[in-house]
């Protein structure tokens, strides 16, 4: 079922991009966060790829 919303899938896409991946164990994080929920480590970076460049 296609998302026909075009407000709800931008925001579904922003929730997706707008966040932070720990450099250790992948995982992921508030963009909001200095250090990894997991495994508390400080390798974060920035999950923020353009939109649409995946389909
Ligand atoms: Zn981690």
Redesign the pocket.
């Known amino acids: 079922m296609p998302i026909t919303d075009v407000a709800k899938k931008q925001l579904a896409q922003r929730r997706r991009l707008f966040a932070k991946v720990?450099m250790?164990?992948?995982?992921n994080n508030p963009i909001q966060a200095t250090r990894?929920r997991?495994?508390r480590?400080e390798d974060l970076r920035l999950k923020n790829r353009a939109l649409g460049a995946k389909k």
Request: charged content about 20%; some cysteine; overall charge positive.
């Open positions: 720990c250790r164990c992948g995982g990894c997991k495994c480590s």
